[in-house]
């Protein structure tokens, strides 16, 4: 049996011998005329195949809305989950379909009725981008500032992760929270030798918001959007990054410089280094260059690397480079145009590492 979604879940094998429904077969098919006479002679339209998906699953999953026009003047549920909790509708939205998503909305679907872990119709169609689907929700009653469970994530924070500047400002407008802020976890980190001299520790991760999500995809519309109303600039996740530090990380200089022309503290230190720090390491010239204009501290200095699990060929601040600073860096990394701007703003250039080498 095909299930959907996508998922490696083990379904049991018991339900697995259940077969599929015949009309679960046409609509996987497109065949309509088979599904028509099945459900002109009596045959259910809610009958499930093993893992609990319907006909009306698949007709949303394949977009198929003249299945689903013949499967709901049959009186099929729309509101019908599977083993996971989806629903047609959380299909349809997965897909973007907003002419899928008006017609269930339409038949009375549940736009809250969410999967087992809590992702609701509006987290997903955010994540796809579909603002019609977005704006139909909504209308429908569906809650902006809803959470799912695992990561306490947002229908803002889906949107914002993908870069969708258009169904950003559509959950601004319905309302949803520019400060909330995902859940915080805690995973233990190896780095010995590297970050932390002793070897492991616990280090926390999460607590992001919108603009912090978007500060690793780099798209500076959506940041636009979100500090245009009212997103803190200098926000911080869980483990001391600000949105301009994970801006830098992630090479987006564009989007750096951006949140630095709105405010963001150039010298924002949480998490143990700068932004100029980790421009420096990304090669970052333009940056480097916006970071000291805007009056970053050439000399401040490393106070705890990025974590072993942070590695990468390019780029990684080691427990050896502790009390360094950007000039430091620039010359252990080959990057001349860099160390020269640098000296130009006053880096002291004998700074060593707390270990000496």
Do not use: C
Not at 34 to 39: N, R, V
């Amino acid at each position: 049996v095909t299930t959907l979604l996508g998922i490696a879940y083990a379904w049991p094998a018991s339900a697995h011998a259940q077969g599929t429904p015949p009309v679960v077969e046409a609509v996987r098919a497109n065949d309509l005329h088979t599904l028509q006479e099945l459900l002109s002679t009596g045959a259910d339209p809610d009958a499930k195949q093993g893992d609990g998906a319907t006909s009306l699953h698949w007709a949303a999953h394949r977009n198929n809305l003249d299945a689903a026009d013949l499967l709901i003047e049959a009186g099929a549920d729309v509101n019908v989950s599977n083993d996971l909790g989806a629903t047609p509708l959380w299909l349809a939205t997965v897909n973007g379909s907003a002419a899928f998503t008006q017609l269930l909305l339409e038949e009375g679907a549940n736009p809250n009725k969410s999967l087992k872990m809590g992702e609701t119709p509006l987290m997903t169609a955010a994540r796809s981008g579909s603002l019609r689907a977005v704006e139909m929700l909504l209308a429908a009653g569906a809650d902006v500032n809803a959470a799912e469970l695992e990561r306490g994530q947002t229908p803002l924070m889906w949107g914002a992760a993908q870069g969708h500047s258009n169904v950003i400002q559509a959950l601004v407008d319905a309302g949803a929270g520019l400060h909330t802020r995902s859940k915080v976890w805690y995973q233990l980190e190896n780095t010995a030798g590297n970050t932390n001299p002793v070897g492991n520790f616990d280090m926390a991760h999460g607590g992001s918001t919108a603009l912090l999500l978007v500060a690793r995809n780099g798209d500076v519309e959506t940041a636009r959007t979100l500090v245009e109303a009212g997103a803190d600039v200098n926000d911080i996740a869980a483990s001391g990054t600000s949105a301009l530090v994970i801006a830098a990380h992630s090479n987006n200089t564009e989007l750096a410089i951006f949140l630095i022309e709105q405010g963001a503290d150039p010298d924002g230190a949480g998490a143990g280094y700068t932004a100029l720090h980790a421009a420096v390491l990304r090669g970052q010239v333009e940056l480097v260059q916006a970071l000291l204009d805007h009056g970053a501290d050439p000399n401040a200095v490393v106070r705890n690397g990025t974590p072993g699990r942070r590695f990468s060929a390019d780029f990684s601040i080691r427990h050896q480079y502790i009390g360094t600073n950007a000039i430091w860096l620039a010359a252990k990394y080959g990057e001349p145009e860099i160390v020269r701007i640098l000296a130009d703003h006053g880096a002291v250039r004998n700074r060593t590492p707390d270990n000496g080498i």
